[in-house]
């Protein structure tokens, strides 16, 4: 079904709708999966590779939880759910994690960096650090972050 923007839709529509207009200024899906191969490819360290994730996940566009739940999804880095949230830290889990897919097995550091930039730019302290708790460890697995802050 495809939705026109002319103030006759439900909330949850005009919501999609939204989320659609926010989202369409950010990198393709590819861009991300090719900037990851590339970084795999140079062997960069996992520091870098953390970096190169936070510096992926600053996007403006992200405001909320919500808002990087369904970046993930829509750009098919994973599929995330919060486990846990509180003043100081948070629990995720993130389904077919795009680092485990493209063979970066029990070291998602390129997420665990996205996140930590998705969550500054959604209003955590600066002082946010994630990381990886448990890896699913290949293509079709589950991987959990904590975050700090």
């Known amino acids: 079904m495809i939705l026109l923007d002319d103030g006759k839709n439900s909330p949850a529509d005009q919501a ?64 995330m759910s919060v486990i846990q949230e509180s003043n100081s830290h948070a629990i995720f889990k993130i389904y077919d994690c795009v680092c485990c897919e493209l063979g970066t097995e029990h070291n998602c550091h390129y997420m665990a960096g996205f996140l930590a930039g998705a969550l500054r730019v959604t209003g955590r302290p600066d002082t946010v650090k994630v990381r990886e708790v448990s890896c699913g460890g290949g293509p079709g697995c589950d991987c959990v972050f904590e975050a700090h802050w």
């Open 16 to 79: 999609g709708l939204e989320a659609e207009g926010a989202m369409a200024n950010l990198p393709t899906t590819s861009l991300y999966r090719k900037r990851i191969t590339e970084l795999l490819r140079v062997g960069v360290s996992p520091r870098e590779m953390y970096r190169a994730g936070q510096e992926d996940g600053c996007q403006p566009e992200l405001v909320n939880l919500t808002d990087i739940l369904f970046f993930l999804r829509d750009k098919r880095l994973g599929r």
